[in-house]
Nanobody, 114 residues
Framework: QVQLVESGGGLVQAGGSLRLSCAVSGIIFSSNPMGWYRQAPGKQRELVAVIGRGGTTNYADSTKGRFTISRDSAKKTVYLEMSNLKPEDTAVYYC????????WGQGTQVTVSS
């Protein structure tokens, strides 16, 4: 079956960095655009960044210049490098296939302290 497993979340001080990973199995990874989303308490899930099959990327305005999405087809993994983190980046981060049907991981918590 399809599995997306996120890792790399944690507690970090404002201004710090984290790298999230999402290991994918059960689909043809190279054929799927992938995305990172986040959901803060009491808020709707929002797009953070997407990466196409060929590596083209798009970012939410709030993360542009601070976050970098990348993918490794050999490892079937998509990454989210986050730098200059802010308290407002605190959320559960999810990876997703940008396809139909959409598959989600279980999420990883990122907490940024001020």
């Amino acid at each position: 079956q399809v599995q997306l497993v996120e890792s790399g979340g944690g507690l970090v001080q404002a201004g710090g960095s984290l790298r999230l990973s999402c290991a994918v199995s059960g689909i043809i990874f190279s054929s799927n655009p992938m995305g990172w989303y986040r959901q803060a308490p009491g808020k709707q899930r929002e797009l953070v960044a997407v990466i196409g099959r060929g590596g083209t990327t798009n970012y939410a305005d709030s993360t542009k210049g601070r976050f970098t999405i990348s993918r490794d087809s050999a490892k079937k993994t998509v990454y989210l490098e986050m730098s200059n983190l802010k308290p407002e980046d605190t959320a559960v981060y999810y990876c997703s296939t940008e396809s139909s049907p959409r598959y989600w991981g279980q999420g990883t918590q990122v907490t940024v302290s001020s």
